[in-house]
């Protein structure tokens, strides 16, 4: 773990990008919280279970092991009670703790992780932020914008972006402005164009989404000068940053077609913790960055645990939004979670077990475009992914078949589903009223992150056989 000097910069005044959230207050019960503890309290007070009354005596699960010669699998055990002489975050996790009401950031050995972590991986340049449990990256977006939107806002995101940041900009009624993306990602060109010649009559968009790293659903990992650029022009128009970054622990080694491929990787060779790309957060000196890290892609999606980082002045809106909706993940998930990553693996054993991670990701990505090159070859154009698990097909269709009448992805989609293959259509990844307007866009969107390894050949088999039948290749 590196230690960093603490930056002694504040962040700016940002209050005013506050949106609906700035309706949000304390609910009056939590505001009592701080008498609870005090030496000698007897409390009447809180509407909180008696322990005893948990169906649950401790937990024990199994996880795997990081000793390559020991056995697979080792037990992981949650006491009833925390141990005498446990610290406050160590005791936290116990069962008559982590099943308990609490504060809304989450139990105080989760909170303690996720703000080392954070420390020791982005050195947020600004000494004011801090972490607040997420019930993973979905909830923190939602949260996102319920903070910073309102009802007629826009919100800039990429051309292609992850469905339900669409979806949920709409239930706010927020409508969301596509920007171009190239081969590394959101182009600060067109985003100065659009910031630039926005209509006087409309309020300016204060907002930002962004998978920069692994994107859904292009795979595109946006390299440091970009993130750069997009963070100036976020610095000029004073825009929030929403940085979703589920992918941002599954980066691994370049892909190398297989007749280059000498010595074979193995874990170590992959980034682990330490060679990972700087984050946005690792850039934001004003605090105007809201970072989304989830345990969805590196633990499990079921746990529904995450974190979110931003700048002090906005935690206590979101922890309120947190007391009217989630709480906080569920306390078994992050009892579990913050076990496993402080006191069984720590930082170290963590990183190890990423490693391995990241090596199986990298032999997926490779063992799947190494099928690809044998039998898409003139049928596509894609950009290899060194991160996370998608591969974004950009379909050489004959120029007729794009005509205005024809509906060449639907028909790619009903071939697919005869064919026994199945991908995800571009233009589901276009924003509201692109949906319909890039309906007939020709991309395709295949995760390699599911299907058994040994089934690749025929999947992309099956896919190369569809897309022959409809002229691909052939114009
Ligand atoms: N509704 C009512 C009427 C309550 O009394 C409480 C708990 N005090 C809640 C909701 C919160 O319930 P939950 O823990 O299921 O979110
Ligand atoms: N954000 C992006 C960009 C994703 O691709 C996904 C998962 O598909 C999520 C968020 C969902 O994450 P979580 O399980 O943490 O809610």
Same mark, same amino acid.
């Given at each position: 773990?590196?230690?960093?000097?603490?930056?002694?910069?504040?962040?700016?005044?940002?209050?005013?990008?506050?949106?609906?959230?700035?309706?949000?207050?304390?609910?009056?019960?939590?505001?009592?919280?701080?008498?609870?503890?005090?030496?000698?309290?007897?409390?009447?007070?809180?509407?909180?279970?008696?322990?005893? $009354?948990?169906?649950?005596?401790?937990?024990?699960?199994?996880?795997?092991?990081?000793?390559?010669?020991?056995?697979?699998?080792?037990?992981?055990?949650?006491?009833?009670?925390?141990?005498?002489?446990?610290?406050?975050?160590?005791?936290?996790?116990?069962?008559?703790?982590?099943?308990?009401?609490?504060?809304?950031?989450?139990?105080?050995?989760?909170?303690?992780?996720a703000r080392?972590h954070t420390a020791?991986l982005h050195?947020p340049?600004?000494?004011?932020?801090?972490v607040?449990? $997420?019930?993973?990256?979905?909830?923190?977006?939602?949260?996102?914008?319920?903070?910073?939107?309102?009802?007629?806002?826009?919100?800039?995101?990429?051309?292609?972006?992850?469905?339900?940041?669409?979806?949920?900009?709409?239930?706010?009624?927020?409508?969301?402005?596509?920007?171009?993306?190239?081969?590394?990602?959101?182009?600060? $060109?067109?985003?100065?164009?659009?910031? $630039?010649?926005?209509?006087?009559?409309?309020?300016?968009?204060?907002?930002?989404?962004?998978?920069?790293?692994?994107?859904?659903?292009?795979?595109?990992?946006?390299?440091?000068?970009?993130?750069?650029?997009?963070?100036?022009?976020?610095?000029?128009?004073?825009?929030?940053?929403?940085?979703?970054?589920?992918?941002?622990?599954?980066?691994?080694?370049?892909?190398?077609?297989?007749?280059?491929?000498?010595?074979?990787?193995?874990?170590?060779?992959?980034?682990?913790?330490?060679?990972?790309?700087?984050?946005?957060?690792?850039?934001?000196?004003?605090?105007?960055?809201?970072?989304?890290?989830?345990?969805?892609?590196?633990?499990?999606?079921?746990?529904?645990?995450?974190?979110?980082t931003?700048?002090?002045?906005?935690?206590?809106?979101?922890?309120?939004?947190?007391?009217?909706?989630?709480?906080?993940?569920?306390?078994?998930?992050?009892?579990?979670?913050?076990?496993?990553?402080?006191?069984?693996?720590?930082?170290?054993?963590?990183?190890?077990?990423?490693?391995?991670?990241?090596?199986?990701?990298?032999?997926?990505?490779?063992?799947?475009?190494?099928?690809?090159?044998?039998?898409?070859?003139?049928?596509?154009?894609?950009?290899?992914?060194?991160?996370?698990?998608?591969?974004?097909?950009?379909?050489?269709?004959?120029?007729?078949?794009?005509?205005?009448?024809?509906?060449?992805?639907?028909?790619?989609?009903?071939?697919?589903?005869?064919?026994?293959?199945?991908?995800?259509?571009?233009?589901?990844?276009?924003?509201?009223?692109?949906?319909?307007?890039?309906?007939?866009?020709?991309?395709?969107?295949?995760?390699?992150?599911?299907?058994?390894?040994?089934?690749?050949?025929?999947?992309?088999?099956?896919?190369?056989?569809?897309?022959?039948?409809?002229?691909?290749?052939?114009?």
């Amino acid at each position: 773990v590196t230690q960093a000097v603490a930056p002694e910069r504040k962040a700016l005044n940002l209050l005013s990008l506050l949106g609906d959230a700035a309706r949000r207050t304390q609910t009056p019960i939590k505001t009592l919280y701080p008498y609870f503890n005090l030496p000698g309290m007897l409390s009447l007070a809180a509407g909180q279970p008696h322990p005893d $009354t948990f169906a649950i005596r401790s937990l024990t699960v199994t996880v795997p092991s990081l000793d390559d010669d020991g056995p697979a699998e080792v037990p992981l055990t949650i006491p009833f009670e925390p141990a005498t002489g446990a610290t406050p975050a160590e005791a936290s996790v116990a069962v008559t703790r982590s099943m308990q009401y609490g504060t809304t950031r989450g139990i105080t050995g989760y909170q303690a992780f996720a703000r080392a972590h954070t420390a020791a991986l982005h050195h947020p340049p600004y000494a004011d932020w801090d972490v607040i449990a $997420t019930v993973g990256n979905t909830d923190g977006l939602a949260k996102c914008l319920g903070l910073i939107g309102s009802g007629g806002d826009s919100l800039l995101l990429d051309e292609w972006t992850y469905p339900a940041a669409v979806d949920t900009a709409t239930s706010h009624n927020i409508s969301t402005v596509p920007i171009r993306m190239d081969r590394d990602g959101m182009c600060p $060109t067109d985003l100065e164009r659009v910031l $630039t010649t926005w209509p006087a009559d409309r309020s300016r968009p204060k907002m930002m989404y962004l998978v920069p790293t692994g994107q859904n659903p292009t795979g595109v990992t946006m390299p440091i000068e970009r993130r750069r650029a997009i963070y100036a022009l976020a610095q000029r128009f004073n825009v929030m940053i929403f940085e979703d970054d589920p992918y941002y622990y599954l980066q691994y080694a370049a892909y190398q077609p297989p007749t280059e491929r000498r010595t074979p990787l193995t874990a170590g060779d992959q980034p682990g913790l330490s060679g990972l790309i700087p984050s946005f957060l690792a850039l934001d000196v004003d605090g105007r960055v809201i970072r989304l890290d989830s345990f969805s892609k590196t633990l499990g999606p079921g746990f529904r645990t995450g974190w979110l980082t931003a700048s002090k002045q906005f935690l206590p809106y979101i922890e309120y939004h947190h007391e009217t909706t989630t709480q906080q993940p569920a306390g078994p998930a992050q009892a579990i979670v913050t076990e496993l990553l402080t006191r069984h693996w720590g930082h170290d054993g963590f990183a190890r077990y990423l490693r391995r991670l990241q090596h199986g990701y990298y032999e997926r990505r490779n063992r799947f475009l190494d099928t690809v090159g044998r039998h898409l070859d003139g049928l596509v154009d894609y950009v290899v992914p060194d991160a996370g698990m998608f591969v974004w097909f950009r379909l050489r269709l004959p120029a007729g078949v794009t005509g205005a009448d024809d509906q060449p992805m639907q028909s790619l989609l009903q071939g697919l589903v005869a064919a026994k293959v199945i991908a995800i259509p571009g233009y589901l990844f276009a924003g509201q009223i692109d949906r319909a307007a890039r309906s007939n866009e020709p991309y395709l969107r295949a995760a390699f992150s599911i299907t058994n390894p040994d089934d690749f050949e025929p999947a992309v088999e099956r896919l190369a056989g569809v897309l022959r039948a409809m002229g691909c290749g052939s114009g």
